[in-house]
């Protein structure tokens, strides 16, 4: 075990992310943190000094400015920045922190479902401000943040192709909104893609064995109904795995 996962706070649709300002729809409500800024300062460090990788999750721009002070000095003092310490959810964030994250050179660990899952009530919750660095995958990614993309299972449902699809078009399975919600920010295909298998392996430290199709890493792929990188982004939607292949052997084919 070489890695440690610490809550910074809690979720946006129970307004438990907390923020720097109030919930656009109660006022007064800006969530909450789940440790105080010095515990969290004080377990992180002690974590990072023993060699521990440092994922924290935060979802609201106050947890974020925390957790991205926390990760920069912590690794500063400790001498740790190899470690590739993680921001889990980077989800809304100033766009100052998001800077600041990316100049760090800092993991985003974020799932593009959740974007698509939030986006009928986000704008709601956050005002249109601060939904500037909210989901901002392109923005983390042009500012230097390394991106790992994922699903957030069992918060969401794992399906890599329902990930490839939201990361690409910021829209739901029916194409609502036209055009994508803060299009902006989507990625693109092959942006997607690596993020989904480069970026997770380079986050776990695995990029010597997984992510690429390589001579002399695992042979871990499947074989899709669909071109993820020339196809259009809709075909996912419908698109099947036609068989899986784990470190070399096969462990499903789809019937016919
Ligand atoms: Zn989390």
Redesign the pocket.
């Known amino acids: 075990m070489r890695s440690v996962k610490f ?1 910074a706070d809690g979720a946006l649709g129970s307004r438990g992310a907390a923020l720097h300002e109030d919930y656009s729809d109660e006022p007064g409500q800006r969530g909450l943190l789940l440790l105080s800024p010095e515990e969290l300062e004080v377990r992180a460090r002690a974590f990072m000094a023993r060699g521990f990788q440092v994922c924290i ?1 935060a979802i609201g721009d106050r947890a974020n400015t925390l957790v991205v002070d926390v990760l920069l000095q912590g690794a500063e003092r400790t001498g740790t920045q190899a470690l590739r310490h993680r921001v ?2 980077a989800q809304i964030l100033r766009l100052e922190d998001i800077r600041r994250l990316g100049a760090a050179g800092l993991v985003a660990s974020v799932q593009p479902t959740h974007a698509t899952s939030d986006m009928p009530w986000a704008q709601t919750r956050l005002g249109r401000e601060r939904l500037k660095g909210a989901y901002a995958w392109r923005t983390l990614k042009d500012a230097g943040a390394h991106l790992a993309l994922g699903s ?1 299972f069992p918060i969401e449902n794992p399906d890599v192709l329902a990930g490839l699809y939201a990361a690409r078009t910021r829209q739901d399975a029916k194409g609502w909104p036209e055009g994508g919600w803060y299009p902006e920010e989507r990625l693109s295909a092959a942006e997607a893609l690596e993020g989904f298998t480069v970026g997770p392996a380079w986050a776990s430290f695995e990029e010597a064995r997984r992510g690429r199709l390589k001579p002399g890493l695992d042979a871990d792929f499947v074989a899709l109904s669909e071109d993820p990188l020339e196809g259009p982004a809709s075909a996912l939607v419908d698109a099947r795995v036609l068989a899986t292949v784990v470190a070399g052997a096969e462990v499903f084919r789809a019937d016919g």
């Open positions: 809550l999750h889990e959810h957030d």
